[in-house]
């Protein structure tokens, strides 16, 4: 079973940034999709942002232009550069590894904060 950690979370200040990695507790092969997501308390987790092998990335409207995913290896799979920070997007971040034969891996999440 493979064990995604996230780090890289913080507190920030409004229009600061913060780079978000993901680690793997062995190498992933086979990978299809990478992805970040968030979740505040009471609400539904939502989708921040998508990366096949590929190359082929998509982004939620409220982070488009802000934020940027890239593709690491097998060990780092993901990484999620976030840039003009806001307080709405305070929320724990969680990365995601979809591989080819269907699993899908996450990590237990990192806060963020943008404060004041």
């Known amino acids: 079973q493979v064990q995604l950690v996230e780090s890289g979370g913080g507190l920030v200040q409004p229009g600061g940034s913060l780079r978000l990695s993901c680690v793997a507790s062995?190498?992933?092969?086979?990978?299809?999709?990478m992805g970040w997501y968030r979740q505040v308390p009471g609400k539904l987790r939502e989708l921040v942002a998508t990366?096949?092998?590929?190359?082929?990335?998509n982004y939620a409207d409220s982070v488009k232009g802000r934020f940027t995913i890239s593709r690491g290896n097998a060990k780092n799979p993901v990484y999620l550069q976030m840039n003009s920070l806001k307080p709405e997007d305070t929320a724990v971040y969680y990365c995601?590894?979809?591989?080819?034969?269907?699993?899908?891996?996450w990590g237990q999440g990192t806060q963020v904060t943008v404060s004041s």
């Open positions: 995601n590894v979809n591989v080819l034969d269907g699993n899908g891996y």
């Open positions: 062995k190498s992933i092969f086979s990978i299809l999709r």
């Open positions: 990366v096949t092998t590929g190359g082929d990335a």
